[in-house]
C-alpha cells in the first residue's frame, strides 16, 4: 500500500465524528471565524467587561487554563521530592545513604515511559475525561500516601499536548504551548514557597513538615481529578462548548492547515508503521536533551544551593525567584518562532543559554555567579523546551502518528529525568560536577539531532518544490515541513 493510500485510509473519520463536521466544505464567513476562535458573546450584565478580556480568546480561554491547571499540579508533584529532601525528608528517611535519593527519583520516571503509548492507545477509548480524571486521581492518591511513608523504600511505591495541538493550526501552536508550558513554569516558582509554608506544619499531628509537602499536594491533586471530570475539554469533533457551525470552522481550519482535523483509527500495525519513523525518535531524544535540565532545576538545585552556603530555608526561597524570567523569555521567543515559522534557530539559540548557565554553575568558583547561572539555565531551557514541542507538533500529520509521536516524547522525556537522576549522584554533592557535565553532552546532542532533522526536513521541501517526490509530503498534499 502506498503513503497516499495509507494516508487516505488513515485519514477517514469515524462514524460519531462525521455528524460534528457535515457541511465543513461551506465557505467561513471571516467575522464568524473570528468570532469563534477568538471570541465569545455573553449576554449578560458583564457583556462588555467580558467581551473585552476574552476577546480574540475563547477556544484559548476554554482549553489552555484547566489543561495547564492539571500539569502545573502533577509536575509539582513530580518536583516536590527536591523540596521535600531539603525540609528533611532525606534525613528522616535515610536517603542521604549511598545513591537512594538518586534511586528514588530515577524509580519515579519509570512508569512515565512504560504507560506512555499503551495510554494514548487508551485515551480514544475510554475518552479524555476519564482517562485523565483517573490519571489525576491516581496520582494525587500516591502523593499523599507518600505523606506517611515510613522507609526509604516505600517512596518508590502523563495526553495534553496533544489535545492542544488537536486545535489549532500548526503555526498557531506554540503561543498556546509557551502559556500551557509557563503556568506550569509559574507553578514551580510558587512550589518551593507552598513547601516552605507546609514545612511551618511541622509537628502539627505528630507529622514532619516534609510530610505536609506530599499530603497537601496530595489532596489539592485529589481534588483536580473532579475538576478535571466536570471540565476538561476533549478534541475539536467531541467538544461541548461550541456549535455545530463553530465546530465545523475549527476542524476546517486545521484541514486546510495539515488535513487531519479528525481521527483515524489507531491500531497496532499502525503504531508499528510509525515506530519505524526515525524522525519520531529523534524528536523524543531531543526533548530528552531539553529534560534534563529542568529535572535538574527542579529536584537538584535546591540542594546545589545548600551546598552554596545556604540554609535549607533559603535554598527554598531562593528557588522560586528562578522561574521570573523565563516567563518574558519563552513568550518572545513563542511569538517571533510562530510569526517566523520558525523553530531551529530559536531552539539552537535557547539551549546555548542553557548551556551557558550549567557550565558556569559547574565550573565557576564564585557563588552568586553560580547562582546567577541558574536563571540562565531555567530561562533558556524554557524557551527550548515548547519551542521543540512546537517543532515536533508542526512535522507530524494524522492523529495516530501523533499519537505516537506524543507518547514516544513524553517516554524519552522521562528517561532523561532518569538520567538527570543517576548523574546526580549524592558523593558528588555540592557542585555535582559530572552531572552538569551530562546535561551539558545532551545539549551536544541536542544541536546533533536538531541539525539532522532541520537538513532532512530543508531538503524534503525542497524535492517537493521541483516536483521531484512522487507522493506529497506527510501524505499530505500542499504540506510543507517547518523548520
Known sequence: MSSTDLKEKEQTPSTASIGKVEGATKEVDPAFERRTMYEKIFDNTLKFVLTFLLHRLWIDVRILPILALVNSFAFIDRINLGAAYAAGMGKDLQLTVGSRYSLVTCLFFVPYIIFQLPGNFVLRRVGVRNWLTFLVAAFGSIQLGMGF??????????????????????????????VFCLITVTASGLSPLLAYGLTLLNGKRGLAGWRWIFIVEGAITLFLAVICFLFIPAFPEENNFLTKEQTELVIRRVNEDRGDALPDEITYKKILTHLCDWTLWAYGLMFMCTAMPAYVQSYFVPIILTGMGYSPRDALLRTAPLYGPAIPVTMLVAYYSDKYRHRSSFILVCSLVCLLGCALVAWHPNNNVRYFACFLINSGNSGTVSTAFAYSANNVVSHSKRSVQTALTISLGGLGGILAATCFRAVDYPRYIPGLSATLASQGLLFILLTALTIRHYRKNKQMREGKLSEPLEGTPGFYYTL
Not at 516505600?154 to 495526553?159: C, E, N
Open 149 to 178: 511513608s515510613k522507609d526509604w523504600v516505600d517512596v518508590l511505591i502523563t495526553p495534553l499536548l496533544w489535545i492542544i495541538a488537536s486545535w489549532y493550526k500548526r503555526h498557531e501552536v506554540q503561543k498556546r504551548l509557551a
